[in-house]
């Protein structure tokens, strides 16, 4: 091998590397906060618990987005998901009410107060410390925003 191959070998290795460490970055920034993830995307399965990805999407006229921060000093870990729906705010926290029972999560208040209508759960499980729902009241499809702060 010439001098010169060597030395070009070395330069696209050493390249290689900056380039490798510079994607795990990213990756892993991504995963401590995110925005805008589909339900296809790998940072969806990598950064929304299996306890989360269970839940049901009610009545989807658009596919859900999800965003989420990962512990920062004192503030909680959060995962937001966000789609609109063609359910009735009723239907949709009775099916959350009965889904995040799985989590052990417990519905403490609902409130119907235009345009929303929200709903409170406490959870005592492994990994939900609480759970938010809001529910739009536009027609054909209402916006819905589910919030959890995470336990961990």
């Known amino acids: ?8 070998l070395a330069i696209g290795a050493g390249i290689g590397l900056l380039l490798a460490a510079g994607s795990a970055c990213v990756g892993a920034w991504t995963l401590f906060e995110a925005s805008g993830v589909r339900r296809s995307s790998i ?3 990598f950064g929304v618990p299996t306890s989360i990805r ?3 999407i009610v009545g989807e006229c658009t596919p859900p987005l999800y ?3 990962g512990r920062d000093g004192e503030s909680s870990p959060f ?6 729906s063609r359910a009735s705010a009723e239907d949709i926290v009775k099916a959350y009410d009965t889904a995040l029972k799985s989590a052990a999560c417990t519905l403490t208040r609902t409130e119907a107060t235009c ?8 959870c005592r499980g492994p990994d939900i410390l609480s759970t938010s729902l809001r529910v739009g009241s536009e027609s054909p499809c209402a916006s819905v925003e589910v919030g959890f702060i995470e336990n961990y």
Not at 115 to 122: H, L, M, V
């Open 1 to 8: 091998m010439s001098r010169l191959s060597k030395k070009s």
């Open 43 to 45: 940072a969806y399965f």
């Open 54 to 56: 269970q839940l049901p």
């Open 67 to 69: 965003r989420w921060r």
């Open 79 to 84: 995962i937001e998901l966000s789609y609109s």
């Open 115 to 122: 345009p929303w209508t929200t709903a409170t759960f406490e």
